[in-house]
């Protein structure tokens, strides 16, 4: 599959552990945020999402975290997988504008 | 259940060539996007459609044109390819605002020559 980011940070995590992935924005008025999944050779999938009225909103095997004081969002992975290894990215809106902006992603490789 | 799919999945073409990429969701979407993925940019917005003859430009438009004649399909053309325009381009729904989740097809990855 193609590569999506040559210049993309990246995350080391040995299988089974927990993987954390950040997410910086700038807009204070952003008020949903959204993270992606990106494997190689495909489209973005949606993971998770959570609105600014909250601070953490948990998944199967996610969650999300909105420090919305200091802009920075996470994702947290809980015992990684093979399958983890993606690029994620985070996307956020803020009220009146009518599009996403999406982040550029961070590329998490999973160590057997 | 069908989803979001994208024609061609890998198309190669010459400069100055006109090339259409196709893009069809059966959810009747009413938000349709085309994006552009390249190294080290990211997800970078062409158009986008908030209904059936219904289009804006995103932050990348030129060089590409849309229609929308039909809520279900969302065809990006690129009037007279240039290498620049070698990318990996995403189609992308969502169902009522633009800001809601966006679901994206599978990518097509073109090559201009």
């Known amino acids: 599959g193609e590569s999506v980011g040559l210049h993309l940070p990246t995350l080391s995590v040995q299988e089974g552990d927990n993987s954390i992935i950040n997410c910086a924005y700038s807009n204070s008025a952003s008020d949903y945020f959204i993270w992606y999944k990106q494997e190689s050779g495909k489209g973005p999938q949606f993971i998770i999402d959570i609105r600014s009225n909250m601070d953490k909103r948990q998944g199967q095997r996610v969650t999300v975290l909105l420090n919305k004081t200091v802009k920075h969002l996470s994702l947290q992975i809980a015992a990684t997988q093979p399958g983890d290894s993606a690029v994620y990215f985070c996307a956020e809106s803020a009220v009146g504008n009518e599009k996403l902006t999406f982040g550029t992603g961070t590329r998490l490789t999973i160590i057997p | 259940d069908a989803g979001i799919t994208q024609s061609p999945r890998y198309k190669i073409t010459e400069t100055g060539r006109q090339v259409t990429l196709m893009c069809h969701q059966t959810w009747s979407h009413s938000y349709m996007f085309w994006y552009r993925q390249d190294l080290g940019h990211g997800l970078r917005l062409i158009y986008y459609s908030a209904a059936a003859d219904i289009t804006d430009k995103g932050e990348v438009p030129d060089g590409y044109v849309v229609s929308r004649s039909k809520t279900e399909n969302f065809p990006l053309t690129l009037e007279s390819a240039t290498r620049s325009q070698t990318s990996v381009y995403f189609c992308?729904?969502?169902?009522?605002?633009?800001?809601?989740?966006?679901?994206f097809g599978p990518g097509t990855r073109l090559t201009v020559l």
């Open positions: 992308a729904s969502s169902a009522v605002m633009a800001t809601d989740t966006q679901y």
